[in-house]
């Protein structure tokens, strides 16, 4: 019996090929090669060197230094580093700024000599916008987030020094998170690249913030630039002193008045150039499943760790095992994949494939390993018959080198296993009384996360019916995302929908959600979804302050080519925090759709109740191509908004083609907030106020406005 525990999930290991677009002659290195250290110093400003910006800054690039202003260019000749620094394996000489609280590096023999896109300017690390040439997406964040300057700000950098101990110095002073959301605060830091040693700092000086939390990028990150997948970051929700390494380039360092780094913090990131040594070796178990005719379905991973840069080690064989599998008639064929990540891709295999395997499957290739992190995955070919909740799974016994050296992994045998599932179709219970048994062939999912991992998964090759007693609650905390709960591109139809529904007698069961600082944290969020059902299923928010509101109820959306199709979401009810102005409680925005028929169409809103938010229902569509056919029927939207000065609407709607709008307001306070409102919005002329209260309001509030309206 398995007792060691040591998992991937299956969400770190979606195929992703990743293609090196480099410039000549660099070959790059992985960042979980460098070493980090935490220490504590004396925060030193520089005062010369050159002044960008102004106390107005928001979001520049400074790319040029003809333009110390920056702008919204993001490419260009970028600032003299003022000697070569190698970073990644690759070497650079130049430099530009965002903002944002993050550099990226360039070269000067290329034009131009930076690029500093990126997916979010505020999100610098997780970056997936293609980069050409590929590895000046190398970049270095300090407090990645959306900054602003304010009165006494100032950017400024400098190199410092002489040779062979230049340091080129980027530093942010008194600058503070974006808005009224940021009063109070001044960050002072610096970004310094030291030419002895090709050595990474930062360094924070006083960083004081007000009581409003946020959470930062802090670290590295190099090519691939479409793949996040090389990356050096920090994480902590607890102390900035004893941060951990980030699992994803999207790992965030949590920054507020009572979690900070004191002034004189300097982080430091440097490659090792000694011989390479392993300094350790472990089995991971994959989480999930597998399914029949599935293939390069990986199972467990070997990871192999190493320090030092000269002399790299090569591995010549590995020994897995077919030992937990049920029945090895299931498996058709056996591969080993190489990745320097913890996200499998079936790119580079190891040795040859063994067909049929079972028991020992002795494994021989030649890989040199990388500095830092060597995943090597066992992954099987599932034969078409195989059985149904049968389990698939392996270990390690050991690996060798070319030193030669024999290694015996600290974990062999990982706690878990891979049951074997098929798409979902039928009936099941959401039951929090009952544990989650469908691996084993049962119909209960004891949570919404069980029960949406395996639709998202698995799909349906039939009409699939979430049964949720009535009376149950289940809470949950957003956290590394900005949705509690998701479904992803389901593609289903009028024969074959995916309903969530209520049953029994009693009270709705509730979905009750705690927020986060961040003001786009989402309840459902429903991305690309067709033929989707929530009947009866309420949303709470469960936060008590700016800290922690959940800001969207439902939240319809989609890529381009497929926004959300019938949609439906009825008699529920959705109880936000009207003290929170992005609170809406189902909120549909249409992705800039490519058709007509790829909008957010069809949708019905019926015979829901919508409470203490800012806005009840709000339905935006694109201009190109508006929304076609939704309904929005027989709600009650009650006490919404409380200040005037930040827009409440009851039902907002616009792009729509003809939605119908028939509404049943049950309190004085909404028709009055909205009317106010409406009148604001005349005022700013925003709209053609007659037309704008029956499109937005139905026709309740358009009789009783009509004659205010004209006035």
């Given at each position: 019996?398995k007792?060691?525990?040591?998992?991937?999930?299956?969400?770190?290991?979606?195929l992703?090929?990743?293609?090196?677009?480099?410039?000549?002659?660099?070959?790059?290195?992985?960042?979980?090669?460098?070493?980090?250290?935490?220490?504590?110093?004396?925060?030193?400003p520089?005062?010369?060197?050159?002044?960008?910006?102004?106390?107005?800054?928001?979001?520049?690039?400074?790319?040029d230094?003809?333009?110390?202003?920056?702008?919204?260019?993001?490419t260009?000749?970028?600032?003299?580093?003022?000697?070569?620094?190698?970073?990644?394996?690759?070497?650079?000489?130049?430099?530009?700024?965002?903002a944002?609280?993050?550099?990226?590096?360039?070269?000067?023999?290329?034009?131009?000599?930076?690029?500093?896109?990126?997916?979010?300017?505020?999100?610098?690390?997780?970056?997936?916008?293609?980069?050409?040439?590929?590895?000046?997406?190398?970049?270095?964040?300090?407090?990645?987030?959306?900054?602003?300057a304010?009165?006494?700000?100032?950017?400024?950098?400098?190199?410092?020094?002489?040779?062979?101990?230049?340091?080129?110095?980027?530093?942010?002073?008194?600058?503070?998170?974006?808005?009224?959301?940021?009063?109070?605060?001044?960050?002072?830091?610096?970004?310094?690249?030291?030419?002895?040693?090709?050595?990474?700092?930062?360094?924070?000086?006083?960083?004081?913030?007000?009581?409003?939390?946020?959470?930062?990028?802090?670290?590295?990150?190099?090519?691939?630039?479409?793949?996040a997948?090389?990356?050096?970051?920090?994480?902590?929700?607890?102390?900035w002193?004893?941060?951990?390494?980030?699992?994803?380039?999207?790992?965030?360092?949590?920054?507020?008045n009572?979690?900070?780094?004191?002034?004189?913090?300097?982080?430091?990131?440097?490659?090792?150039?000694?011989?390479?040594?392993?300094?350790?070796?472990t089995?991971?178990?994959?989480?999930?499943?597998?399914?029949?005719?599935?293939?390069?379905a990986?199972?467990?991973?070997l990871?192999?760790?190493?320090d030092?840069?000269?002399?790299?080690?090569?591995?010549?064989?590995?020994?897995?095992?077919?030992?937990?599998?049920?029945?090895?008639?299931?498996?058709?064929?056996?591969?080993?994949?190489?990745?320097?990540?913890?996200?499998?891709?079936?790119?580079?295999?190891?040795?040859?494939?063994?067909?049929?395997?079972?028991?020992?499957?002795?494994?021989?290739?030649?890989?040199?390993?990388?500095v830092g992190?060597?995943?090597?995955?066992?992954?099987?070919?599932?034969?078409?018959?195989?059985?149904?909740?049968?389990?698939?799974?392996?270990?390690c016994t050991?690996?060798?080198?070319?030193?030669?050296?024999t290694?015996?992994?600290?974990?062999?045998?990982?706690?878990?296993?891979?049951?074997?599932?098929?798409?979902?179709s039928?009936?099941?219970?959401?039951?929090?009384?009952?544990p989650?048994?469908?691996?084993?062939g049962?119909?209960?999912?004891?949570?919404?996360?069980?029960?949406?991992?395996?639709?998202?998964?698995?799909?349906?090759?039939?009409?699939?019916t979430?049964?949720?007693p009535?009376?149950q609650?289940?809470?949950k905390?957003?956290?590394?995302?900005?949705y509690?709960y998701?479904?992803?591109?389901?593609?289903?139809?009028?024969?074959?929908?995916?309903i969530?529904?209520?049953?029994?007698?009693?009270?709705?069961?509730?979905?009750?959600?705690?927020?986060?600082?961040?003001?786009?944290?989402?309840?459902m969020?429903?991305?690309?979804?067709?033929?989707?059902?929530f009947?009866?299923?309420?949303?709470?928010?469960?936060?008590?302050?700016?800290?922690?509101?959940?800001?969207?109820?439902?939240?319809?959306?989609?890529?381009?080519?497929?926004?959300?199709?019938h949609?439906?979401?009825?008699?529920?009810?959705?109880?936000?925090?009207?003290?929170n102005?992005?609170?809406?409680?189902?909120?549909?925005?249409?992705?800039?759709?490519?058709?007509?028929?790829?909008?957010?169409?069809?949708?019905?809103?019926?015979?829901?109740?919508?409470?203490d938010?800012?806005?009840?229902?709000?339905?935006?569509?694109?201009?190109?191509?508006p929304?076609?056919?939704?309904?929005?029927?027989?709600?009650?939207?009650?006490?919404i908004?409380?200040?005037?000065?930040?827009?409440?609407?009851?039902?907002h709607?616009?792009?729509?083609?003809?939605?119908?709008h028939?509404?049943?307001?049950s309190?004085?306070e909404?028709?009055f907030?909205?009317?106010?409102?409406?009148?604001?919005?005349?005022?700013?002329?925003r709209?053609?106020?007659?037309?704008?209260?029956?499109?937005?309001?139905?026709?309740?509030?358009f009789?009783?406005?009509?004659?205010l309206?004209?006035?």
């Open positions: 019996m007792k060691q525990t040591h998992t991937l999930s299956r969400w770190k290991i979606l992703l090929l990743a293609f090196l677009g480099i410039l000549p002659s660099i070959s790059f290195a992985q960042l979980s090669g460098y070493n980090f250290s935490v220490s504590s110093g004396t925060y030193t520089i005062t010369g060197g050159t002044l960008l910006g102004n106390t107005s800054t928001d979001d520049q690039h400074f790319v230094p003809a333009i110390p202003a920056g702008g919204a260019a993001t260009g000749p970028g600032f003299p580093i003022g000697f070569d620094f190698v970073f990644d394996g690759v070497t650079y000489d130049r430099l530009a700024i965002n944002n609280g993050w550099i990226s590096l360039g070269h000067s023999s290329q034009t131009p000599s930076v690029n500093n896109s990126s997916t979010s300017a505020y999100e610098p690390l997780s970056s997936t916008t293609s980069i050409s040439p590929d590895a000046f997406v190398a970049r270095i964040a300090a407090v990645g987030r959306d900054l602003q304010q009165t006494g700000a100032e950017l400024r950098i400098e190199t410092i020094g002489t040779a062979p101990n230049r340091i080129c110095v980027v530093q942010w002073t008194n600058y503070k998170k974006y808005g009224s959301n940021g009063t109070g605060d001044s960050y002072n830091f610096q970004i310094r690249l030291l030419e002895n040693g090709n050595k990474v700092e930062i360094v924070y000086g006083t960083m004081t913030n007000n009581t409003n939390s946020t959470t930062v990028h802090v670290g590295l990150r190099g090519a691939p630039s479409a793949t997948s090389n990356f050096n970051n920090l994480t902590s929700t607890t102390s002193s004893t941060p951990t390494s980030g699992t994803s380039a999207s790992a965030t360092m949590t920054l507020s009572t979690v900070y780094p004191a002034s004189g913090t300097t982080y430091t990131w440097w490659l090792n150039t000694s011989n390479m040594s392993i300094t350790s070796s089995t991971y178990q994959v989480s999930g499943y597998v399914m029949p005719a599935e293939t390069n990986p199972v467990i991973a990871g192999i760790f190493t030092g840069n000269n002399n790299p080690l090569v591995v010549n064989s590995i020994t897995f095992t077919t030992t937990g599998t049920t029945n090895t008639a299931d498996l058709t064929n056996a591969k080993v994949f190489y990745t320097t990540t913890p996200i499998f891709s079936n790119a580079n295999q190891f040795g040859s494939t063994i067909s049929n395997p079972s028991g020992t499957l002795n494994f021989t290739g030649s890989q040199t390993l990388a992190n060597n995943y090597f995955w066992l992954a099987y070919d599932i034969s078409p018959s195989a059985t149904l909740y049968n389990v698939v799974d392996g270990t050991g690996f060798s080198t070319t030193e030669p050296n290694y015996t992994p600290t974990i062999t045998d990982p706690a878990g296993n891979l049951p074997i599932r098929a798409p979902l039928g009936t099941y219970t959401i039951n929090s009384a009952n989650t048994n469908v691996n084993s049962g119909t209960n999912f004891n949570n919404f996360d069980d029960a949406l991992f395996d639709l998202n998964e698995l799909g349906h090759s039939g009409p699939v979430f049964d949720v009535a009376g609650t289940f809470n905390t957003i956290s590394g995302s900005n509690a998701y479904i992803m591109n389901y593609i289903g139809s009028a024969a074959n929908p995916v969530f529904q209520k049953t029994g007698a009693g009270a709705n069961p509730v979905l009750s959600i705690t927020g986060t600082s961040a003001s786009n944290d989402i309840g969020f429903l991305y690309g979804c067709d033929y989707v059902t009947n009866g299923i309420d949303i709470l928010d469960a936060g008590s302050s700016s800290s922690d509101y959940l800001d969207y109820g439902y939240y319809l959306q989609g890529p381009s080519d497929n926004n959300c199709d949609v439906t979401i009825q008699n529920c009810t959705i109880d936000l925090n009207k003290n102005t992005s609170a809406r409680g189902i909120y549909a925005f249409s992705h800039g759709p490519t058709s007509i028929s790829n909008g957010n169409n069809n949708n019905t809103i019926q015979n829901n109740t919508i409470t938010a800012y806005a009840g229902i709000y339905f935006v569509g694109y201009s190109t191509y929304d076609q056919g939704n309904s929005i029927t027989g709600n009650q939207i009650t006490n908004g409380n200040n005037l000065s930040s827009a409440i609407y009851g039902i709607s616009i792009y729509q083609n003809i939605p119908h028939r509404e049943h307001h309190d004085a909404c028709c907030l909205s009317l106010r409102n409406l009148l604001q919005f005349q005022l700013r002329k709209y053609c106020c007659p037309e704008y209260c029956k499109r937005s309001y139905g026709k309740q509030f009789k009783c406005l009509w004659n309206c004209l006035s």
